[in-house]
């Protein structure tokens, strides 16, 4: 597989002196997913992880039901293919990836999920089954970046664990925030690993994009050290998705759901 980081020589500015040095610095690697010898789609990733990301994205697409329906899968590292066979590829759900689909939300007309296959494939999450403390919040953040080794030697992926309340069950990282998604959702595919009971601790920003990934994968709860969007918690409150963000210093803000956590009296 192509490296996940390489050196490069940069000139570098600091403290009013130049000097000549290397800098580590993230790849990315096309990948070309072929469904029965049919050209699919093409994504850009970190180059590892890439059987588990190709499957996270398939299931939270729709295109596949479970783990169980790919029948086979192979990836060509040099030619950056990943083939994958099945009979029950859902292919109307390609038709769908990129229409537009207007819904009301709780009620009110005001724009809802954005493609079709988003409103196929996102869950409402109406059980409670995660609660935790406002200092767990700030732990599971704390070892999440923690853990994210190639971020800090490149400063160049998202990262995001899967969580429970004593810690981090699986992290992955990737140059793109779904791709990373993607990979936890995978994992948890091939290996049979619950995930409703489970907390999404990710770096970037909360769009609606991660949103309704997040919905996808099945998670009641999601905690970003960044900023949420508007449409963003639109969603979460639609899907009842428990939203806490700008986790740093000390702070936090819970934006939806609040009831998951406990909050010190």
Not at 24 to 48: D, H, L, R
Not at 57 to 68: R, T, V
Not at 233 to 261: D, H, M
Request: glycine share 6%; charged share 25%; with cysteine.
């Amino acid at each position: 597989m192509a490296p996940i980081e390489v050196s490069r020589e940069i000139l570098r500015f600091r403290n009013g002196h130049t000097e000549r040095t290397e800098d580590s610095i993230v790849t990315e690697y096309p990948v070309t997913v072929k469904i029965n010898g049919q050209e699919f789609v093409t994504m850009v990733c970190t180059p590892e992880h890439i059987d588990e990301m190709v499957i996270g994205y398939l299931a939270s697409e729709g295109i596949i039901k479970k783990y169980q329906d790919i029948e086979d899968l192979w990836v060509q590292e040099k030619s950056g293919f990943v083939h994958i066979k099945t009979e029950k590829a859902n292919v109307l759900s390609r038709n769908f990836q990129n229409k537009r689909y207007l819904t009301s939300c709780c009620g009110m007309s005001r724009q809802g999920f954005v493609f079709v296959n988003d409103a196929l494939t996102a869950k409402k999450m109406n059980k409670k089954r995660v609660k935790i403390s406002i200092n767990d919040c700030f732990r599971l953040m704390n070892e999440m970046q923690a853990s994210a080794e190639t971020f800090h030697q490149t400063g160049g992926v998202h990262n995001a664990a899967l969580c429970d309340a004593d810690g981090i069950v699986l992290s992955r990282m990737d140059i793109g925030r779904h791709n990373a998604l993607d990979k936890i959702y995978g994992h948890c595919l091939k290996n049979n690993i619950s995930i409703g009971d489970k907390i999404l601790v990710f770096s970037g920003r909360l769009s609606s994009e991660i949103l309704l990934k997040v919905a996808k994968i099945g998670c009641e709860m999601v905690l970003t050290k960044s900023a949420p969007t508007e449409l963003a918690l639109k969603l979460a409150e639609e899907l009842q998705i428990t939203t806490v963000g700008f986790i740093r210093n000390q702070s936090l803000n819970v934006y939806t759901c609040p009831e998951r956590i406990q909050i010190p009296s």
